[in-house]
């Protein structure tokens, strides 16, 4: 019998760090090419687009469809994020999630990943660009797996808005420094840089990054927009994606600029020792993050052992 997840059951039943692990095993097992993951496929009927992706991930003996519908200006809104899991030895329907709050702690998990991986030892500065739907968990994730992070630097285009989302955090994490800050000051004091906006132009200069800053790019899935610009993308020594179809097909910061992606390697060919990654401390380094089926199916699985092992979520009958 399958299960009903409510957002409010994923936040309880996926703690970041179990959902750093799921994501990371994600990336190893697509580089293993145990896991399959297929492009995100868009239908359009003005004023609505239907979003649909899907994974398979054998290790975890799960498949798994998601969808959503973003409408007006592009954004996601209430609960319109859905994942459907099944398993693969029977074919039976295992849980239908509530996966908005999923997508936010998964996109956040892999910005954890990538940062272990390509940042530099005992990062302490953090900037993040953006104060939306992703930015929180953003933050969230890269305190939960770099703990050497002490000031954390939030840059927002409406100031209110970036204040409140400022004290939120800073009343849950007293221990650090949080401050506002302009899109200069925020490139040029960052160990870790975050881009988690609906920019469609670059929200910094390459000289006003830091040597050996590693930039986790994440806000655009759109070829037409780029958070990033090529000087970025030419300073950098080390470009990795999450999946390169996917890159192909939605990475606005490389094809917006006209990157040649036959240089690029993923993630998870880092993770496996298949590609080598940083070179020096002072190399900057970049991670585009789409965001892939894969992290949710396998996040869903460990969800779903969750509620059955606690009782948790609505039964559904068949």
Known sequence: MAVYLTDDAVADLLPMAQAIDCVDAAFRSLAQGEALNAVRTRMAADPA???VMWACAPSAGVMGVKSYVTAGRGTTRGTSLALTLYSMRTGEMLALVEANRLGQIRTGAATAVASRAMANDAPAALSVYGTGFQAEYQIRALLEALPTIV??????RDAARRDAFIDRLAGEYPGLRFLPADARAAASSADILV?????????????????????NAIGSNDPRKAEIGRPVLERAGLILV????????????????DWDLDGVGTLG????????????????TVFESQGLAVQDVMCGAALVAR????????RLTR
């Open 195 to 215: 881009t988690a906006t609906n920019a469609a132009t670059p929200l910094f200069e390459a000289q006003w990054l830091r040597p050996g800053t590693h930039i």
């Open 307 to 314: 509620a059955l092992e606690h009782g948790v979520g609505i």
């Open 151 to 156: 000031e954390v630097r939030v840059v927002g």
């Open 269 to 284: 060919e880092l993770l496996v020792g298949a590609r080598p990654g940083r070179t020096s401390r002072d190399q900057v």
């Open 49 to 51: 687009v239907l979003n």
């Open 242 to 257: 999450d999946d390169l179809e996917v890159a192909r097909r939605e990475c606005g910061d490389l094809l917006a600029n």
